[in-house]
């Protein structure tokens, strides 16, 4: 019996999907529980990225920094 999980069937067709990069921009008033969820949702997206690029545009909180560390 063949395995028909369709997360294995995504990842084996993967050469055929488009490239693309993902850029995110992280401000000062930004809530670290959004960008949490925010990052791990870049990551459960059915084709996967090629990139991913956080940009800090000033100064941000700790706890937003210590989502991105």
């Keep these: 019996m063949t395995d028909k999980n369709p997360s294995t069937d995504k990842k084996k067709q993967a050469t055929n999907w488009p ?6 921009s992280v401000y ?33 909180l700790e706890t937003v920094q210590a989502v991105l560390d």
């Design 19 to 24: 490239k693309y990069s993902i850029l995110m």
């Design 28 to 60: 000062q008033n930004d809530q670290a529980e959004f960008l949490d969820r925010a990052i791990a949702s870049m990551f459960a997206q059915t084709v996967p990225f090629d990139e991913f690029i956080i940009v800090v545009d000033g100064p941000i």
